[in-house]
């Protein structure tokens, strides 16, 4: 294998190049993906038939924090890959460590987001506003929660094997996947959340 | 006892247990005969495990060609059903499950693995590489389609086969109206060899932006991988709206979420909308490598450079683009108002345009070039005259006030199979005849070949001429069957006449493969069709690592210019290869996607989660797992060399 030591570890052989980019063109499908659902929510959204309205829903408390901690969990993870450049392991695991653990934060909250929703009579087979909101939602939270693992697993290696550059390859593309996460919630928060509550 | 009542199927008839036997028998066969052979350590280490862009794209090429036999069998019932007025060879609910399974089957299970098993082999070839990005994901990729479709074929044993139509419209779809398993299986089985599609996407995009040999700049990039490329790229944008919808129809039908209801707020015609927002880009995914492997083979039995390179590449870029922009001209007649439709109307009429373009280069190339008809060459030259035909009744389509008249008639039937079996089924033919060399090292029969061109095209006219006219009498499609007093009859017998003649043709081809098993030369050299572009550099067949030392390319027909200028392709010394290590995973992994989609179609919940948890298991030990792959030393390499030089 040759090793380019005139680039970032992470892209220092062929293949990571080809994982990166692939990553890339993955993340493009992937805004398709919720590009999708979005289009499909801004059609069902006034669709409530006889459950309720976003406005009787939504509450801000909960939505703030949620995105208080996913935000700063996409600065802690840029923290950690610039640590990893650095070639400064330990930094940048606890760094990942803290991301992750931002990361369950923000799910624990949204788990309890989907029970008060349940308890209030906006269930997944309501109507057509209540399926598409929590498929919306739900489909942003199993990727955290694909998320959590996979980034647990990342933690994993890197103390284990050292900064190669297959762990590095690994740890840059986990983050592109992270920011990728935190964009999606902007969306969210800002056409599902804030709209529904004006 | 009320447990295995699901599994029954709805509308048992003599032919379903018959085919219930056929299959069991034919399983029944293939382990004695693999356990025999003692062939069952030679399939897992030769093919089950392998990562081989070559041998994925055989396994493809032979799916692929197993349900073109299993939609044609459908294709046949359907005409044999219609051939005359009040038949009663088939009921309604039977013919129902016919179409909507011959769609599906020739559509997602013959046509996608068709132009896959093209693209695997080929491309890397064409760009001089030594296999795509990602062979393991490939390798995923070809088994998830594959289980997809081995889930969707068991639906008519086992159940009962989708009824609501190929593009299963709620809510006909949905729970009230669709009550059997069938259209279960429909969601599930596509959604998971849609995964496998999406993934191939991301894989020849990888490969063909960064594995190009040196020197092969974008716009020196033979044809055929531009219009792969392209395609891949409307793969990826695509895709993820099917996966969304299918996920959306999935959930309404298993857990009653009101996405494509009536009541509660759903809208059934959303469904429709995502369905042909990947629908229409779906035709196109097909078409652009068909006309990528048109270009090829005219370019090099006309024995000149394609004419218009350029202005090929911009007509295929601009096609990908408007192919996002015209899907509600599936259904004009359904009430969305008289600018959207006139929209509509004017962007899929503009598409003819680029496409036009295309047709006239070829034309271009061809003229003055010194012709040699051959095969694959006779396919091209069908397909200019009989695809024209298809897109003029296109535009026709195309004008939203006329399309009152024609929609969901005959005509329209006629139309689709006017392009798709000229412009898809002849190129993968053409393809397949003109890469046979490159797969197995020796030609298949030119003679039988060139009967089952001809045999195939006017099979094809005689099916589907006299669809466009009882179309415009007003037959409507997917009827099961009509009053002697239409007078639809006669014409409706020359179909299925038609039908026969191709179904001769299809098994003429088979009939080929066997002949020229048997008596076809081995002794063939490397190039045989003195073609223009890389993949013809290597030996026939490939050795593993494909080309010993990889090319260096200076113009867009390396090949040619390295017979005609002289360029000197191949450069250096042998050097040791990195390649791929096998891997069982993306076989056992698929399996339980099978068993998973399975648990799903009928509800079985225990087995559903089990195999999540055992997905999950194999990705988890894909990330931990260090597999740096094996290497090719200099010393192996030259024996190869010299063995395949030998052969010659």
Redesign the interface.
């Known amino acids: 294998?040759k090793i380019d030591h005139s680039l970032p570890l992470e892209y220092s052989t062929e293949q990571n190049?080809?994982n990166i980019?692939?990553f890339w063109?993955?993340l493009?499908?992937?805004i398709?993906?919720f590009a999708?659902?979005f289009a499909?929510y801004f059609?069902?959204y006034n669709?409530?038939?006889?459950?309720p309205t976003g406005a009787e829903i939504f509450e801000i408390t909960p939505v703030l924090f949620e995105t208080f901690l996913l935000l700063t969990s996409s600065f802690t993870i840029g923290l950690g890959i610039h640590a990893m450049r650095l070639g400064r392991q330990k930094a940048m695991i606890s760094f990942f460590v803290i991301t992750l653990l931002l990361g369950l934060g923000f799910l624990g909250f949204e788990v309890f987001e989907f029970f008060t929703y349940v308890h209030e009579g906006a269930g997944?087979?309501?109507?057509?506003?209540?399926?598409?909101l929590l498929?919306t939602l739900g489909t942003h939270g199993a990727h955290v929660t694909l998320g959590l693992?996979?980034g647990l697993?990342?933690v994993?290696?890197v103390r284990k094997r050292g900064l190669t550059p297959?762990t590095a390859n690994?740890s840059f593309i986990f983050s592109l996947y992270w920011h990728f996460l935190d964009v999606v919630w902007i969306f969210i928060f800002s056409f599902i959340y804030l709209k529904g509550m004006m | 006892m009320e447990f295995f009542e699901r599994f029954a199927v709805p509308h048992p008839s003599i032919a379903i247990y018959a085919s219930m036997v056929a299959i069991g028998l034919t399983m029944v066969a293939i382990v004695a005969g693999l356990t025999y052979f003692k062939k069952w350590g030679y399939l897992w280490r030769e093919w089950l495990t392998t990562v081989d862009h070559k041998r994925i794209g055989i396994m493809y090429l032979i799916s692929a060609l197993i349900m073109l036999f299993r939609g044609g069998v459908d294709a046949i019932m359907m005409r044999a059903q219609l051939s005359a007025p009040e038949n009663t060879l088939l009921d309604a609910q039977h013919y129902n499950e016919i179409f909507t399974t011959h769609g599906v089957v020739m559509i997602i299970f013959m046509a996608m693995p068709f132009i896959f098993a093209m693209m695997n082999i080929v491309i890397p070839l064409q760009i001089g590489a030594r296999d795509v990005a990602f062979p393991r994901l490939n390798a995923l990729s070809f088994w998830l389609f594959f289980m997809g479709a081995m889930l969707f074929n068991i639906s008519f044993v086992v159940g009962g086969s989708p009824d609501a139509g190929w593009t299963s419209y709620f809510p006909l779809a949905g729970n009230e109206l669709s009550t059997s398993v069938g259209t279960n299986y429909y969601m599930i089985a596509i959604q998971i060899s849609g995964i496998g599609s999406l993934m191939t996407g991301i894989n020849m995009i990888t490969t063909i932006l960064k594995m190009r040999a040196p020197g092969m700049t974008l716009m020196k990039m033979p044809m055929f991988t531009w219009s792969s490329f392209i395609a891949n790229v409307i793969i990826v944008f695509a895709f993820p709206v099917l996966t969304i919808a299918l996920a959306l129809g999935t959930m309404d039908r298993l857990f009653g979420t009101q996405f494509f209801t009536i009541d509660n707020g759903g809208m059934d015609m959303l469904w429709a909308n995502l369905f042909w927002v990947w629908g229409h880009p779906e035709v196109y995914i097909l078409i652009l490598p068909a006309f990528g492997i048109y270009s090829e083979v005219i370019s090099t039995f006309s024995r000149k450079n394609l004419y218009g390179y350029k202005s090929m590449v911009a007509s295929m870029v601009i096609i990908s683009l408007m192919s996002f922009l015209v899907w509600a001209h599936h259904f004009f007649t359904m009430g969305q108002g008289a600018l959207t439709n006139s929209i509509f109307s004017i962007t899929t009429m503009a598409i003819a345009v680029p496409t036009g373009v295309k047709i006239f280069n070829w034309l271009l190339t061809m003229y003055k070039g010194k012709i040699e008809i051959t095969t694959p060459m006779l396919y091209s030259l069908l397909f200019i005259p009989l695809f024209t035909l298809g897109g003029v009744t296109g535009v026709m389509l195309a004008m939203s006030a006329a399309d009152y008249q024609y929609h969901n008639t005959m005509f329209l039937v006629a139309h689709f199979h006017n392009v798709i079996i000229p412009g898809v089924v002849f190129a993968m033919l053409a393809g397949l005849t003109y890469y046979w060399p490159k797969m197995f090292g020796f030609m298949l029969n030119e003679r039988i070949g060139k009967w089952t061109a001809w045999l195939l095209s006017i099979g094809f006219l005689l099916a589907f001429m006299p669809m466009y006219i009882t179309g415009l009498d007003g037959q409507a499609r997917r009827m099961y069957t009509y009053s002697e007093s239409t007078g639809f009859g006669p014409l409706n017998m020359v179909s299925f006449v038609g039908a026969i003649i191709m179904a001769i043709g299809f098994v003429l081809i088979v009939y080929n493969v066997y002949y020229s098993v048997r008596y076809a030369s081995r002794d063939i050299s490397a190039d045989p069709w003195d073609a223009r572009t890389l993949e013809w550099a290597t030996h026939n067949p490939v050795p593993e690592y494909n080309f010993a030392v990889l090319p260096e390319v200076k113009s867009s027909e390396a090949l040619w210019d390295a017979k005609k200028k002289g360029h000197v392709l191949f450069k250096g010394e042998y050097e040791e290869i990195h390649m791929p290590n096998n891997s069982g995973a993306p076989f056992i992994m698929s399996i339980i996607f099978f068993v998973l989609g399975f648990s799903l179609i009928f509800s079985l919940w225990i087995p559903a989660i089990i195999s999540i948890i055992g997905v999950f298991a194999f990705m988890t030990h894909r990330s931990f797992e260090q597999d740096h792959g094996h290497h090719i030393s200099v010393k192996e390499i030259e024996e190869t060399e010299t063995k395949m030089r030998g052969a010659k």
């Open positions: 294998m190049k080809l980019l692939g063109i993955f493009g499908a992937e398709m993906l999708t659902l499909t059609t069902l669709r409530t038939g006889n459950g997944i087979q309501t109507s057509a506003f209540t399926s598409i498929t693992f996979w697993f990342i994993l290696q297959q690994k």
